[in-house]
């Protein structure tokens, strides 16, 4: 589509979404009132969580922005959420400026527990925060899981699943062989 159509579009439905969140929220949602944001897109915040966007924010078809109860999600200035990108934050998940994230990036500040008594039914989790620094590149297809901490300036390589620490002025790539197995008849 072209980008002023797009644009046409975007922009005003933006800023009925972000009014429309600001209704509900007050005090815990801060965010630009003139920024991208597609109408198939979602931001969903618990009572108690909080959510803070930056300037000049774009947010993609099928991308999702869910802050549960006592989370606390900053996304920083100049920053895109591409098509169906996924963030859930119920402890903390803070994004820098000038970050780009390609289709299908998910970004996850916990795990279930399923130790917890119940199992999953009982809606448990594991929380620790995620930390991303300024202009980083998340290629497609990347999950990024609780207790995680990338530096600023870094590049995480499409396919990844990362947790741990990684440290600034780094390219993250996870190499994963291929094994071709000949298939044996039984005759």
Known sequence: MNKYVR????????????????????????????????????????????????????MRDGAKIRVRKGGVCVIGSNTSINSNNIIVCHDSVIIGDNCRFSPNVQIYDHDHDFRANGGLDAMKYRTGPVKIGSNVWIGADTVILRGTEIGDNCVIGAGSVIKGYFPANSVVVQKRGTEILPIEFNA
Do not use: Q
């Not at 944001?37 to 924010?57: C, N, Q, R």
């Open 7 to 58: 644009a046409a579009i975007c922009v005003p439905f933006g800023a009925v979404k972000m009014f429309w969140t600001k209704l509900f929220h007050p005090k815990n949602f801060k965010a630009p009132l003139i920024c991208l944001v597609s109408p198939y897109t979602e931001i969903t915040m618990d009572h108690g969580a909080k959510l803070s966007i930056g300037k000049v924010f774009k």
